[in-house]
Each structure stands twice: as C-alpha cells, then as structure tokens.
C-alpha cells in the first residue's frame, strides 16, 4: 500500500530535520522503497542527507526553453527521459529535486512536471 507524506510549514521551522528522521525511520523500519521529492526552493534536503544530485526539474525546466528535441523522441518523451536522468537511485530510495521556481515562487511549469512524471 503507498502512502505520502508531506512536510510543509514557514522557513526556518525545522522541516528538513524531520524529514531527515522520517526516511531515516523508514528505513530502519524496512519501510521501503521512497520517493523523496524535495520541493523546497533551497533544495537543500540532499545535503543534509549526505547525498549528491545534477540535475534537477527547473534544470530540464530551462533546458526545454533551448533544446533541440530529437526527432525520434515526442516531447513527452523527452521529458520522461529527462526526469529519469534527475531521478537519483539509492538501495532504500530515489531522490527527485524540484530546484529553483521560474519566477517570484512560481513553480507551475515545474508543479506540472512533477505531476505528471508522479
């Protein structure tokens, strides 16, 4: 059975910290696997796990604005490979980031991606 979780709440109030121990829980639980998406315009949920990242949806966000799609590939296509590549795979979970908003906290395109690759 799946289940979510979500972390919301003002800056500063301690979320990636519980975050942290909820996975690390998880895990020691053998609740496996996770999708952590970390949606937080500071990104910074890898660090504190120890983790590394390249690319994340705002990067393919921009990348579509100039990229030359191949011709055997839709652009739905190309965006599922895409999000592919910005999905990070760990024994116990996979890690997606969503990056920076493309405006003054707008995250509709990168909202959008996200849903439709969840």
Do not use: W
Request: proline letters at 3%; one cysteine or more.
């Amino acid at each position: 059975m799946t289940k979510r979780i979500a972390v919301c709440g003002k800056g500063g109030v301690g979320k990636t910290t519980i975050v942290c121990g909820i996975i690390n829980y998880l895990i020691e639980k053998g609740l496996t696997p996770i999708l952590i998406v970390d949606a937080d315009p500071n990104s910074n949920l890898a660090e504190n796990l120890g983790l590394k990242y390249d690319l994340t949806i705002a990067d393919i966000r921009e990348e579509l604005r100039t990229a030359h799609i191949p011709q055997s590939f839709s652009k739905a296509e190309y965006v599922n490979m895409k999000l592919q590549e910005a999905l990070v795979k760990y024994k116990d979970f996979d890690l997606l980031i969503m990056g920076r908003p493309e405006g003054r906290e707008c995250y509709c395109y990168v909202n959008e991606l996200l849903r439709t690759f969840l």
